[in-house]
């Protein structure tokens, strides 16, 4: 078993953002792509609702995307970037249907023939959806394209240790093979993050266990630059179930996609009440930020631990059609969503920090380039777009791969493999040096701080209370860890402690970052992105 292993552009991460890039950087050279888990193991295949693009030329533009996607940005949004999701994403989308993604048409033939969605803050029907298994599709269609092109060799269940920098270049990543147990080292001209974003940091979450913020966490301790880390997306309506017990971690709660609420669903509090009225004039379909703080605050009065989602009003086999895999689990879990109302709850479902690209995906490392949700460029601002994320991973893989082309031309450069060659054996990786339980315990106190304290409500208090948690956790892990678990462990305590500081520094309250103690948007001071690196 060979531990080294050499390509023209590494991709770390399986989901929409390295598939995208995997397929055009094979037009150029040889391809690796590392996943931790299984390559269908993504964020990409739990996603919902759809993907966005104006392709209804007569109702809808890209002038219209991109003025929503600025407006729920929230003051933060880089014009130059969304201009480039809005526009590229369209041609990005079709060739996606080239390639034989299906998506539901319309049975009139509004909108070039395909079911265009409405999601919140859209103010056009331009979301395009695969039942309510978009992501599912979109994955199977790049994935299917991939596994033909010889070029591209992935290495599954393989997860990113640290980043190789020689001579202040990126030349690749230090990994752990976790079927083999043992070290690998894969060199490469172009190194690619796209490795998602860190839901699992918080207790609650829509995000797949594999969220830890891997690449966003390597690329930090590589010296790259990382910024907008306070800003995470909390999805109004995930499921919820028991009554969950905060002293053990929770599984990702099952989200309720807001196309539900796009098809007419409404929110109920617990007193039976329609609450969206009182909170914004576009109710149930207002940005998400200010639905999550809604429901947040109907909680807290009637003292709940989630609000309902009445879908009373929707005709049942429309529901049974447009949303079948809601309606299955649903029913698997003892609710027929025909006829009962859902519990629902905010989950962190999205992050729209991470590291610092260019439009093009480069960081301020040469050789090392990020798309996607680990990746921040001004896309989504302060809230994301409901449907902009796919979209996002789609467009900024694909140019990110083409902007890396040419360092894989780069003559002059070689790499150099000497001192990766003395690597372990199979199976020499030694055991953990913390137990089990403590991993545990650790991982708990990391998700119920940032839950409790980072969370949709934040004040001066509660960050700081997080901060020292979080710096507690730190000094227990002060080694280099070994396993997957320390692995995983040791990058969400990082990124947690940089979303937290971030959060403690903005003194103002934009889009998803709400400060209790300070409840206005201060344009004068804070419509600027926060950035931290090291040193
Ligand atoms: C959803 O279906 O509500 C999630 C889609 C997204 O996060 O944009």
């Given at each position: 078993m060979p531990n080294l292993e050499k390509c023209d552009f590494l991709i770390v991460g399986g989901g929409i953002a390295g598939l995208s890039a995997a397929l055009e950087a094979s037009k150029y050279g040889k391809v690796i792509i590392l996943t931790k888990?299984?390559?269908?193991?993504t964020a990409t295949k739990k996603a919902q609702g759809g993907i966005a693009a104006a392709i209804d030329q007569i109702k809808d533009s890209t002038e219209f995307h991109f003025e929503d996607t600025i407006n729920a940005g929230a003051g933060l949004c880089e014009e130059e970037s969304v201009r480039i999701l809005v526009t590229e994403g369209v041609e990005r989308v079709k060739e996606l249907i080239q390639m034989g993604a299906r998506f539901d048409r319309a049975?009139?033939?509004?909108g070039g023939g395909f079911a265009l969605a409405l999601e919140g803050a859209?103010?056009?029907?331009?979301i395009l959806h695969a039942g309510d298994a978009t992501g599912e599709e979109i994955q199977r269609t790049l994935g299917a394209k991939i596994v033909a092109d010889k070029l591209v060799n992935i290495h599954q269940h393989t997860l990113g240790i640290d980043l190789i920098i020689e001579n202040g270049k990126c030349i690749g990543v230090k990994a752990?093979?976790?079927?083999?147990k043992c070290i690998k080292y894969f060199l490469a001209k172009a190194t690619i993050i796209t490795?998602?974003?860190?839901?699992?940091?918080?207790?609650?979450?829509?995000?797949?266990?594999?969220?830890?913020?891997d690449g966003i966490a390597m690329a930090y301790r590589a010296g790259a630059v990382v910024t907008d880390m306070e800003f995470v997306q909390f999805h109004p309506t995930s499921l919820v179930q028991f009554?969950?017990?905060?002293d053990i971690i929770a599984l990702p709660r099952f989200l309720i996609s807001e196309a539900v609420r796009g098809e007419g669903a409404v929110l109920l509090n617990n007193k039976d009440e329609r609450f969206m009225e009182k909170y914004d004039t576009?109710?149930?379909?207002?940005?998400r930020d200010i639905v999550s703080r809604a429901i947040y605050q109907e909680m807290q009065e009637t003292r709940s631990d989630h609000v309902h989602l009445s879908?009373?009003?929707?005709?049942h086999e429309k529901i049974k059609k447009r949303f079948p895999v809601i309606y299955k689990t649903c029913l698997e879990r003892g609710l027929d969503i025909t006829r009962d109302n859902i519990p629902v709850a905010p989950a962190a479902h999205?992050?729209?920090?991470?590291i610092k690209t260019d439009i093009?995906?480069?960081?301020?490392?040469?050789?090392l380039y990020a798309a996607g949700e680990?990746?921040?460029?001004?896309?989504?601002?302060a809230n994301r777009l409901a449907s902009n994320s796919l979209l996002d991973g789609l467009v900024f893989g694909h140019r990110s791969a083409a902007a890396a082309k040419h360092e894989t031309q780069d003559t002059r450069y070689k790499i150099q493999d000497t001192k990766h060659k003395a690597t372990s054996k199979k199976g020499s990786i030694a055991n953990s040096k913390l137990k089990e339980a403590e991993l545990k315990r650790f991982k708990l106190i990391i998700k119920s701080s940032m839950w409790d304290n980072v969370g949709i409500v934040r004040s001066k208090e509660s960050l700081t209370k997080a901060l020292k948690l979080i710096g507690e956790v730190e000094k227990r892990l002060n080694y280099s860890p070994i396993t997957k678990e320390e692995i995983e462990l040791k990058n969400l305590t990082l990124v947690s402690k940089l979303t937290t500081k971030a959060a403690l520094d903005r003194t103002e309250s934009r889009g998803a970052h709400y400060r209790r103690d300070f409840p206005k948007t201060d344009d004068k001071n804070w419509k600027k992105h926060l950035e931290y690196h090291l040193n």
């Open positions: 888990d299984k390559i269908s193991e049975e009139t033939e509004a859209h103010k056009r029907r331009r752990l093979d976790l079927k083999n490795t998602g974003g860190l839901g699992q940091a918080y207790h609650y979450t829509t995000n797949p266990e594999v969220a830890t913020g009554e969950e017990l905060k576009q109710k149930e379909l207002a940005p879908l009373a009003k929707l005709d999205y992050f729209m920090g991470g093009e995906g480069r960081t301020k490392t040469p050789g680990c990746a921040s460029l001004g896309i989504h601002g």
